[in-house]
């Protein structure tokens, strides 16, 4: 291929001859990429598995506690969360490999400086499974024991942040932290950990959350001491008692669920297992209506729960048309450009020159667009990406990042695409009669 | 001038005026959509609250170790305390007036439940006839100063109507304030002052005795942003919420003494200067920001579609004059004057944009179908498109016009010479 420099020359040539259209047909290539790019950085964050080497493995049990009278869509589904009894009914029952009710607190810590004011941090209810469940790294420390579960032990896990704050980032473990002016022993600190989106508790944080979780309680301690749930409270009726006891003995849904099986056998035992327990519950009279339950794994699950904002991805689409509409564009001045040197094209195939090297050098000079279009649309991702945070809310825009991938993405995707929009303008070059040029020159 | 060289010409270069014609139509399809997102997206944010919305403030404060508000004493408790909060905010000399309440039009946090007109079966229904889904507002008497919406009929309450009690309880208050967005709906044909409502599914009546304009629901209430119902009672948790009016200008100063004033009533509480005492400006910039994002964004792509597209047209009508000086020339050689030259063009480029528009049409449509399909959103409506329309030829013509003035200067004598 030493013909490859020749074509680089000619390409060269060729761009520099007519500066205008050149430039013109760089910057739509320019634009167009780094809108897609943009919003794909955008979609890439949001859309992306949280925990891709065990979300096939994690499940989110589904159990109708309502009804189909309160069907608002008419699409039969479940509510999205569980009531406290069915919750404790399927951690008593215990029959995943792993599992955890969970629920989301925002819990006043006080500092053990003198001087310093209370602050809120957020945190979840959880049992001790959590922790291998969703594969918490810890720093110091470890979980609570399931023994600490049954006694309700005042035992917490912190996390890093909450360490440094309170503790200076020592090992804290068998130091107290205060939570809502009690006190609880510190078992185990986490390492730096914010799985985005948060996907053990997608209702309750959106999924996308600027504050990571900083302090996690033994689930039926935390509801002994009456610590409030900070995140959704559905219900179908007002609860008969009133306060906390009330809530617990309703119908109302609030505490999410989480439960690990590991193959296909496990998961449609589980899945039958719910079936019985929601007819049992029929049968019991607690239910009127025929079991309806779910069991999706984690990525089924997000996509339910829409966790990827639709906003997001009309964004990627109308990006995708702009792209679209540039290459249009750039294939029409590329038809202009080549159709302008059918003299030359002329000279050469007279000369000998194949059809085939007419594709490779206007090809050449298509893909040299298409690069330069590329490292134009590298800088404008970059600042397109940068400037993501002044029309996202926090909590997505700081997942989307420029990386190396999206680097090489980016000039592929213009290269490509360019080579695309050029190859019927090089058809047309290739198709020049020889002859006709010669004459009508 | 007729039209028939005009196509005669065009159908010389297929390629290029299809291209064209493609570009125009995609362009047309995007920017009538995004427009109409933007046109949707700015609508919504300019929907007025019902409240005064300067020199407003809310604290959203949370006790530590507060008494259980399950126990009738451990509620008083907790009301002494909200009253010793109000008391020292009221005392604040940049501040006119304070209410309590649990939720402010457009807030995250808030409570939502059902009204009927009929008695209730004790569960929650708004969804069959003769009910409504609702926002609830928890307030007191001052809630008129503080929030300044407008009461249409009727009165607001007065401060022996006001009662308190847990926040986790349910009670039937015995008078309410509505809105005008509820009270259409429920009473259409009557005044609602007078009437009874039944909250949540209750047997027991709650009397209107007054209906304020306009009232916003919290930002997730989008499907029913316009019912509320405004309660006389302070609720009492482990929280509470103070919605403040300043006096005009003082907001900011207000906002940094509102720290030290509620430490000094209680230390042992969570009040953080960024998270607990937010500007109304704030919670309302927080609540349109992915509307308001999403419009920029919209807006820069329209932006590039239309440069990008202008500049096409612009470089294909300069090489297709580049390519006719001679047939130009032997034109005005002919007799035909520079003005039928621009003509010529100008025309020619209205004839592809129309042609592009047409397909643009069908395109725009189809976009907008598939996007009411799958992500909800409304129906274009035709005049939008219409405008679309127009702008996309209107685009074509200023685009055209260079290139098109350049052929009319184009000198007969280009037609002697031979390249």
């Known amino acids: ?441 | 001038m007729t039209l028939h060289p005009i196509f005669a010409a065009l159908r010389k270069h297929k390629a290029g005026v299809v291209l064209i014609a493609l570009q125009i139509a995609l362009t047309l399809a995007i920017v009538c959509n995004a427009l109409f997102i933007i046109g949707q997206r700015i609508q919504n944010v300019n929907r007025p609250t019902g409240l005064i919305e300067d020199n407003l403030f809310l604290i959203s404060q949370q006790w530590v170790g507060a008494p259980d508000a399950d126990k009738p004493a451990g509620a008083e408790q907790l009301d002494a305390m909200m009253k010793e909060d109000l008391a020292a905010l009221r005392n604040m000399p940049d501040v006119s007036s304070v209410t309590p309440t649990n939720s402010l039009p457009l807030y995250t946090s808030s409570r939502a439940g059902s009204a009927g007109i009929n008695p209730g079966n004790g569960t929650y229904d708004g969804l069959s006839a003769g009910t409504a889904r609702v926002s609830y507002f928890f307030t007191d008497d001052q809630a008129l100063p503080t929030l300044g919406f407008k009461v249409i009929a009727g009165r607001f309450f007065n401060p022996g109507e006001v009662q308190h009690y847990s926040g986790r309880e349910e009670r039937t208050a015995s008078v309410i304030v509505i809105t005008r967005g509820l009270a259409e709906k429920l009473f259409p044909d009557k005044g609602a002052v007078g009437q009874v409502l039944y909250l949540d599914g209750a047997s027991t009546p709650s009397a209107v005795i007054g209906v304020v304009d306009r009232l916003q629901g919290a930002v997730w209430a989008k499907t029913f942003a316009w019912n509320a119902v405004v309660v006389p009672a302070r609720l009492n948790s482990n929280y509470s919420r103070y919605a403040v009016r300043t006096k005009p200008g003082r907001r900011d100063a207000a906002m940094k003494a509102v720290p030290s004033v509620l430490f000094g009533v209680n230390p042992m509480r969570v009040l953080d200067d960024e998270e607990s005492v937010k500007s109304f400006e704030q919670i309302r910039a927080h609540a349109y920001q992915s509307d308001l994002g999403m419009a920029i964004l919209m807006g820069v792509v329209c932006i590039i579609l239309i440069g990008v597209t202008a500049a096409g047209i612009v470089g294909l009508t300069s090489f297709w004059v580049g390519q006719r000086r001679k047939q130009i020339g032997v034109r005005r050689a002919l007799g035909a004057r520079k003005i039928d030259i621009l003509h010529y063009f100008q025309l020619e480029n209205l004839a592809i944009a129309c042609g592009g528009a047409a397909i643009g049409i069908l395109l725009a449509l189809m976009l907008n179908f598939w996007l009411m399909r799958n992500f909800g959103m409304d129906r274009i409506p035709v005049p939008w498109v219409l405008v679309g329309v127009a702008a996309v030829l209107l685009l074509g013509q200023f685009a055209v016009f260079v290139p098109a003035r350049r052929a009319s200067n184009v000198p007969p004598v280009a037609a002697t010479r031979t390249v």
């Open chain 1, 1 to 441: 291929m030493n013909m490859l420099g020749y074509y680089l020359e000619l390409a060269m040539r060729s761009m520099k001859r007519s500066r205008g259209l050149t430039v013109l047909m760089v910057f739509a290539i320019g634009f167009g990429v780094a809108a897609s790019m943009t919003t794909y950085s955008v979609f890439r964050a949001v859309s992306g598995d949280p925990i891709p080497w065990k979300s096939s493995r994690l499940f989110v049990p589904q159990i109708d506690a309502w009804g189909p009278s309160t069907q608002r869509d008419g699409d039969n589904e479940p509510v999205n969360a569980l009531s406290y009894i069915d919750a404790m009914a399927l951690m008593r029952d215990h029959r995943a490999k792993l599992q955890s009710a969970m629920y989301i607190i925002w819990s006043s810590v006080v500092p053990t400086r003198q001087g310093g004011h209370p602050f809120n941090v957020s945190g979840h209810a959880v049992y001790s499974e959590f922790f291998p469940l969703v594969e918490a790294p810890f720093k110091y420390g470890s979980a609570w024991s399931a023994d600490d579960d049954r006694q309700r032990s005042a035992v917490a896990v912190i996390s890093s942040k909450l360490n440094t704050k309170l503790f200076g980032g020592e090992n804290s473990v068998g130091k107290t932290v205060n939570v809502e002016g009690r006190n609880y022993r510190v078992v185990g600190v986490l390492d730096a950990w914010n799985p985005q989106p948060v996907f053990y508790d997608v209702q309750n944080t959106g999924g996308f959350s600027t504050a990571a979780d900083d302090l996690f309680l033994p689930f039926d301690r935390a509801i002994e001491s009456g610590v409030p749930n900070d995140g959704n409270t559905n219900c179908t009726k007002p609860p008969k008692d009133p306060g906390f006891v009330g809530l617990l003995r309703s119908s109302c849904v609030w505490i999410s669920y989480l439960a690990q099986l590991d193959d296909a056998q496990a998961v449609s035992a589980y899945r039958g297992y719910l079936e019985n327990y929601a007819h049992e519950q029929q049968k019991a009279g607690r239910f009127n209506w025929a079991p309806n339950i779910r069991l999706r794994d984690l990525p089924a699950w997000l996509e339910s729960q829409e966790v990827v904002p639709s906003d997001t991805k009309v964004s990627l689409l109308v990006a995708v048309g702009l792209l679209v509409v540039c290459l249009v564009n750039t294939s029409g001045l590329l038809l202009a450009k080549f159709l302008r040197r059918s003299g030359e094209i002329g000279v050469r195939r007279a000369l000998g020159a194949s059809r085939f090297a007419i594709y490779a050098q206007f090809l050449t000079e298509a893909g040299m667009i298409g690069l330069s279009g590329g490292v134009l649309g590298l800088a404008f991702t970059g600042f397109g990406v940068l400037g993501v945070g002044m029309v996202l809310p926090k909590g997505i825009a700081k997942l989307a990042t420029l990386d190396m991938p999206l680097l090489f993405l980016t000039l592929a995707l213009a290269v490509f695409s360019t080579l695309v929009a050029g190859l019927y303008p090089t058809f047309r070059a290739s198709r020049v009669q020889p002859a006709w040029q010669l004459k009508s020159n």
